[in-house]
Nanobody
Framework: QVRLVESGGGLVQPGGSLRLSCAASGSISRIGFMGWYRQAPEKERELVASITRDGNTNYADSVKGRFTGSRDNAKNTVYLQMNSLKPEDTAVYYC?????????WGQGTQVTVSS
């Protein structure tokens, strides 16, 4: 079992920044990819960023150049630095961790971009 605890969401003005964190505990050695999805009201969940164990990243086109994902394996934590935030980034952001057998999810953290 893997448990994921997220933090760092909130309300920010357009153009502002937020940093999300996701700490993993439990069967850490089984984890491969980690990263972030988001889901806006009445929209499907979309992949925002994925991060390999080596720190290689992949991003959705909508966030490239603005968001940066990173991973600290010593702390079993992944981060999502979000800059130049736009109202369309408003969503619940979910951390995920993939193992050979299943995907684990965090509880979600709300990010609201509004003036």
């Amino acid at each position: 079992q893997v448990r994921l605890v997220e933090s760092g969401g909130g309300l920010v003005q357009p153009g502002g920044s937020l940093r999300l964190s996701c700490a993993a505990s439990g069967s850490i050695s089984r984890i491969g990819f980690m990263g972030w999805y988001r889901q806006a009201p009445e929209k499907e969940r979309e992949l925002v960023a994925s991060i390999t164990r080596d720190g290689n990243t992949n991003y959705a086109d909508s966030v490239k150049g603005r968001f940066t994902g990173s991973r600290d394996n010593a702390k079993n934590t992944v981060y999502l630095q979000m800059n130049s935030l736009k109202p369309e980034d408003t969503a619940v952001y979910y951390c995920f961790a993939n193992t050979q057998f299943r995907t684990y999810w965090g509880q979600g953290t709300q990010v609201t971009v509004s003036s």
